[in-house]
């Protein structure tokens, strides 16, 4: 999720009017803030919560490994039962960097897709695995190797009789700048996540929101001409958020529950408003996480990203959007 500075400035033009709403949902980890792995009954909790704002969540890995010193997770057998009884809609996300990883992620999940598919609405095929590999050549993927994985999924969901919205999460930059233009015309992807952040552009609160928009409409053109249609491909959001107190600046872009609210209420309900579907990164803060660095090398904080605190509960005083668009 963390981002290269690569727009200082941006200036965002608002749709003349907007009347339907764009959905919510939200990136929800697979693990206690201890460090334990969830159980359905974990789950069903932060439904309980989560309900109040969104009926959608995205995950990352069927099999998470976290880091050295923790249990692997296996996140669908767990998850997709809560989401099932709460009424919730998931999209699995399958880790794709390495064939071992990819295909111990394809074979858990295919455990349970015919069972809890009622509560499956897509799945992505690795996340910023084109925006990893433009950083770091051991990581990620290629444009031709995430392409391959896809193909892999899709072949292997084809054989068992089953038909979900596929597609893959990256960077806003990697859509805009041609990278993922392989994937868009592939005719493989219904769906794709686009992450975008005011925060990882080292923007200031109050020119965040412009950002952000900008980001997300410079790369939903670029998959709409690519793909020659403005339907043919689902878009969402696929992160977007701030971090809260406790996080850790990032250039002009200041840490702190305020600005975090302030984001929520201006960049996330604006991107509602204008009818786009928004994933905000994260649910729940993941204490448990390692310390990261930016793409610069900055410390790069993800540990107090939650929407709401590690025990579920509130950090903002209205999760409301009421919005009324600006001229930027």
């Given at each position: 999720?963390?981002?290269?500075?690569?727009?200082?400035?941006?200036?965002?033009?608002?749709?003349?009017?907007?009347?339907?709403?764009?959905?919510?949902?939200?990136?929800?980890?697979?693990?206690?803030?201890?460090?334990?792995?969830?159980?359905?009954s974990d789950y069903v909790a932060d439904f309980a919560v989560l309900k109040d704002t969104s009926t959608f969540?995205?995950?990352?890995?069927?099999?998470?490994?976290?880091?050295?010193?923790?249990?692997v997770c296996y996140v669908p057998g767990a998850l997709l039962p809560a989401a099932q009884q709460a009424g919730f809609q998931v999209v699995i996300g399958l880790w794709a960097d390495t064939d071992t990883a990819f295909n111990a992620d394809v074979t858990e999940f295919m455990k349970y897709a015919k069972q809890y598919q009622s509560a499956i609405y897509a799945?992505?095929?690795?996340?910023?695995?084109?925006?990893?590999?433009?950083?770091d050549s051991t990581t990620g993927l290629t444009a031709s190797g995430l392409l391959s994985q896809i193909q892999s999924f899709s072949k292997t969901m084809t054989n068992a009789g089953l038909s979900f919205k596929i597609g893959t999460a990256d960077s806003w930059n990697k859509y805009q700048d041609g990278?993922?233009?392989?994937?868009?015309?592939s005719g493989l992807c219904t769906i794709l996540l686009v992450n975008a952040?005011?925060?990882?552009?080292?923007?200031?609160?109050?020119?965040?929101?412009?950002?952000?928009?900008?980001?997300?409409?410079?790369?939903?053109?670029?998959?709409?001409?690519?793909?020659?249609?403005?339907?043919?491909?689902?878009l969402w959001n696929g992160e977007t958020g701030w971090p809260t107190d406790g996080g850790t600046d990032y250039g002009a872009a200041q840490a702190g529950t305020a600005n975090a609210q302030t984001f929520w209420k201006q960049g996330v309900c604006a991107a509602l408003d204008?009818?786009?579907?928004?994933?905000f990164f994260e649910a729940f803060d993941e204490p448990?996480?390692?310390?990261s660095n930016g793409a610069d090398g900055q410390p790069g904080d993800e540990t107090h990203w939650g929407a709401y605190k590690s025990d579920r509960s509130s950090k903002f005083s209205d999760y409301s959007c009421s919005y009324t668009t600006p001229n930027y």
């Open positions: 999720m963390r981002f290269s500075s690569l727009v200082a400035v941006a200036a965002a033009t608002a749709p003349v009017a907007v009347f339907a709403k764009g959905r919510m949902g939200y990136a929800l980890g697979s693990r206690l803030p201890d460090g334990s792995c969830k159980t359905t969540v995205r995950t990352y890995s069927a099999v998470d490994a976290g880091d050295s010193s923790g249990p799945v992505t095929v690795g996340s910023e695995a084109l925006y990893r590999n433009q950083q990278t993922a233009d392989p994937i868009i015309s952040f005011g925060y990882w552009q080292q923007q200031t609160i109050s020119n965040a929101t412009a950002t952000y928009l900008d980001d997300l409409q410079q790369a939903y053109g670029r998959i709409q001409s690519v793909a020659g249609s403005t339907t043919s491909i689902e204008w009818n786009y579907d928004v994933f448990w996480k390692p310390a």
